[in-house]
């Protein structure tokens, strides 16, 4: 599943950098290098999914961004913050329409609370309430004014923390929000439409 690319990217963050990708497309390993005139090769990881409906991250740690975003932008440190995500490790992740978005960033969040060292309160505590949230929000059995909720432990933990493992760990939470709140809000719909009669019966 990995890819190892060369690539060169513009002026003002010119650097050279190898990214490696994980997908439900792609196999094996290859490598390519980059001309950064070459506006179609730069977009290399973007342009290779343009048939599909899905999102990605520049690393676990990085926001999300959908599709729609990836067609557009370039993959450079600088076009990236402007869609409110960053390059990370360039470790892309690319995730399907089939995928459960909202587990995966709830399983994600469970790394992040084992990962934590436990020595800043923010990223102790904040890294154990988002995953909570996110794990009822994947089943639906939440409130949609936790949605909201979920965004202010995330900014709560943000910059709160000695190391990075709490941005980290904030960062996804907010890209989910931003881009799948519609899914979200679904989600917590249909598992109260579902649990309805039961509540009617008892």
């Known amino acids: 599943f ?3 690319v060369d690539r060169v990217t513009p002026e003002p963050s010119c650097s050279t950098s190898q ?6 497309y792609s196999r094996g390993r290859n490598e390519c290098s980059t001309e950064i005139s070459d ?54 992740i ?17 790394f992040y609370q084992h990962e934590s060292c436990g020595q800043c309160t923010p990223c102790r505590e904040g890294t154990g309430w988002m995953a909570r949230i996110l794990y009822r929000m994947a089943e639906g059995n939440a409130k ?7 965004l202010e432990i995330s900014y709560q933990v943000e910059g709160h923390t000695i190391c990075a493992l709490g941005d ?21 719909k249909q598992y109260q439409e579902k649990m309805e009669p039961r509540r009617a019966e008892s």
């Open 2 to 4: 990995l890819h190892l």
């Open 19 to 24: 990214a490696r990708e994980l997908s439900h």
């Open 168 to 188: 980290g760990a904030a960062w996804p939470a907010q890209g989910l929000v931003r881009h799948f709140r519609g899914e979200i809000e679904d989600r917590i």
């Open 144 to 150: 949609p004014e936790e949605i909201d909720m979920l």
């Open 94 to 110: 690319v995730m399907n329409k089939e995928t459960d978005v909202i587990l995966a960033i709830a399983r994600l969040m469970h």
């Open 39 to 92: 506006r179609k090769t730069r977009r290399w990881s973007y342009r290779r999914l343009g048939q599909l409906d899905g999102s990605h991250s520049w690393s676990s740690s990085t926001p999300m961004i959908p599709l729609s975003d990836c067609e557009t932008v370039l993959t450079d440190f600088d076009a990236l913050v402007e869609v409110k995500s960053a390059l990370g490790t360039a470790a892309l």
